[in-house]
């Protein structure tokens, strides 16, 4: 399986002539969901979730599907009969080839006066996951964590115990839009010694193979 990072927090994978996208939204670029064949979208915050590109990329393919949380399947299911999916915490499925399953329930904290949404993150193949805006432990081993370094919700030392408790073979970086380019070597310091875990980011665009090296 081979992962391609967008901007922020999206990322495609792509497997055997398919390509399952995660969290096309309104900070990653305008063609981020183009060519999916699996939509899957972690909670309805316009970094994540950004109707526009979901409304193309399912008009350009009429094979393609989509699987979110109620508040995102509402919206885009009226348009799209029979190929919106609602999930939630627990649920498993198959699409195009890959495997997905559901963990987590509620977004981060970002502050207590803030009234907290779902959120849900996704475990591709067994291999990769994916937790949307929260620090959801699987529960079981991961190879490739997909890393939401900065954000309102999250402190450096949270990123860092996050990675202890998961204890993936990597961690990849996402959520790092608002993250400037003077404070990445600290991160990738800070996380790299501290993590127990290999630690990396891809610039948007980039690619990497899995289940090779780490």
Known sequence: MRIVKQTHACVRLEKDGRTLVIDPGGFSEQD???GADVLLVTHEH????DEGRLRAALEANPAAELWTLRSVAERMAPAFAGR???????D????AG?????H????AVIHPDIPRITNVGYFVD???FHPGDALTVPGRPVETLML?????WNKISEVIDYVREVAPRRAIDIHDALLTDLARPIYDRQIGALGGADHGRLAPGESRELGGPA
């Open 32 to 34: 981020a969901a183009a």
């Open 46 to 49: 316009p970094d994540h979730f």
């Open 84 to 90: 919106v999916h609602t999930v939630g915490d627990g």
């Open 92 to 95: 498993a499925f198959e699409a």
């Open 98 to 102: 890959f495997a997905v399953e559901v």
């Open 104 to 107: 987590g329930q509620l977004h």
């Open 126 to 128: 067994g291999a990769v």
């Open 148 to 152: 939401p370094v900065h954000a309102p």
